[in-house]
């Protein structure tokens, strides 16, 4: 078999048999093919794209390219959660300890930050102490013990996905629906979880920015899920407006306990617990409608306020931070954004804010970059408010003061104003089972 005779093939439009997929993804990993013919293969996907089948082959190679976790340790059906990435994004912190509250499982392995979006990973970082790498015997003591760890995904799990994620990333290949559906499951398929609901996000901060991608790309990634055996589901959820109001690590930290204890801002409220409610169905927990009141219950009485605590705890997080946010290392440096006009918030390039906030310094521009966990943005306006001239709409933190001024630019230039609102967008679009 030649690389060069399969890349002819897909340029062509041909589809490619599962030998020719597994030789491809094999052979990369093993060093054996140059960047060059990959990077040429992966611009012939992006164009011609991938059927159902050769996705699959696809996932599926990308899974059997590294280590499988082996989770048989951990007693009680393991469910998983996944987002595609948004700005603003953080139901992992909420939804994991949430769900375990009820006997449930949930042994997560989370990503960094990756371009304009966060990831959970950076998140609990900024709680000082808190390790995200723990050795197998100690993350399952703790999921036994306590329901739920989050840690960073072993190094060893799809080693595919990180080299095809590196050159996509320098080819403009990243927006392609059988590449991000490949990307996203063969990582997910090799943690060994029972139930993978998976919160597809919509609209200008997300990777599928209309409800037609994202319906496909939710489709694609519960089909497959479901030929490798899992119980699936996916909830599209809008990401045309960042979710909550915090954006950056502590900030959203913050935001997400404020949540657990029952006194979150209502989108991000009602996401969670639609996810949660989903997770715990298809774990065999009872009826959706059920499940959601226990959630809403699970909130308001603290209990999954102190599933998180003790996951803190466990995973040698300082829980005084925790117990009072006031003691989180504040940036050195705000900035208020004040409304330069008045009228109505009519759209926000929530891509834009993610960019803004890793401007700040809450995110990377190369994996090597170093976070700074104080900063992002707090929103104090959303699509649809009315603001006047001078109205605060937004504090921006960071502990470079020269990186107020490109940040503020990206930020304005992002949010659109108009003198009529904006028709009302849904939270949650769809429901794929
Ligand atoms: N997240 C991933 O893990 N991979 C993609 O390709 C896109 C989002």
């Not at 954006?247 to 959203?252: A, F, Q, R, T, V």
């Not at 705000?334 to 926000?348: F, L, M, P, V």
């Not at 940040?407 to 769809?430: C, G, N, Q």
Request: aromatic share 6%.
């Amino acid at each position: 078999m030649r690389m060069f005779d399969i890349i002819r093939k897909k340029r062509d439009g041909v589809e490619l048999s599962t030998e020719e997929i597994k030789f491809f993804v094999e052979n990369f990993v093993a060093g054996e093919i140059p960047d060059y013919q990959v990077s040429a293969l992966l611009m012939a996907i992006y164009f011609k794209g991938m059927n159902e089948r050769e996705t699959a082959d696809l996932t599926f190679a990308i899974r059997d390219s590294g280590v499988k976790i082996d989770f048989s340790d951990i007693n009680g059906i393991r469910v998983d959660k996944h987002s595609t990435g948004g700005v603003g994004d953080k139901t992992s912190l909420v939804v994991a300890p949430l769900v375990a509250t009820f006997g449930v499982k949930v042994a997560k392995m989370s990503g960094r930050g990756l371009g304009h979006t966060g990831g959970t990973v950076d998140k609990l970082e900024s709680i000082p102490g808190f390790k995200v790498s723990l050795s197998k015997d100690e993350f399952v003591r703790i999921v036994n013990d306590i329901g739920v760890a989050i840690v960073g995904q072993n190094a060893e799990l799809a080693p595919a996905d990180k080299l095809l994620y590196a050159l996509r990333d320098v080819t403009a290949t990243v927006d392609s629906l059988p590449l991000i559906v490949s990307s996203i499951m063969g990582k997910k398929l090799a943690a060994d979880d029972d139930c993978i609901v998976l919160d597809v996000k919509t609209g200008s901060g997300a990777f599928a920015k209309t409800l037609d991608d994202s319906l496909a790309l939710a489709n694609a990634m519960v089909n497959i899920g479901k030929r490798a055996g899992k119980k699936m589901l996916a909830l599209i959820t809008d990401m045309d407006v960042p979710l909550g109001y915090a954006i950056g690590n502590s900030l959203e930290v913050i935001e997400a306990i404020e949540t657990l204890k029952g006194n979150g801002p209502d989108d991000l409220t009602k996401v969670c617990l639609e996810l949660a409610s989903n997770m715990l169905l298809l774990a065999g927990k009872g009826k959706r409608t059920a499940c959601r009141h226990a959630c809403e219950k699970a909130l308001q009485d603290g209990s999954a306020f102190e599933t998180f605590v003790k996951m803190v705890k466990a995973q040698g997080g300082d829980t005084s931070v925790i117990l009072d946010t006031d003691k989180f290392a504040k940036a050195k440096f705000s900035r208020e954004i004040k409304a330069w006009t008045s009228g109505y918030i009519s759209g926000i390039d929530t891509e834009g804010y993610g960019r803004a906030s890793l401007l700040l310094g809450a995110g990377r521009n190369k994996k090597e970059d170093s976070i700074d966990y104080t900063a992002g943005i707090m929103l104090k306006k959303k699509t649809g408010d009315f603001v006047k001239e001078g109205d605060v709409v937004a504090i921006m933190y960071t502990s470079d003061e020269k990186r107020f001024e490109d940040a503020e630019k990206v930020f304005k230039i992002s949010t659109l104003m108009m003198d009529t609102p904006p028709e009302k967008r849904p939270l949650i679009f769809a429901r794929v089972e």
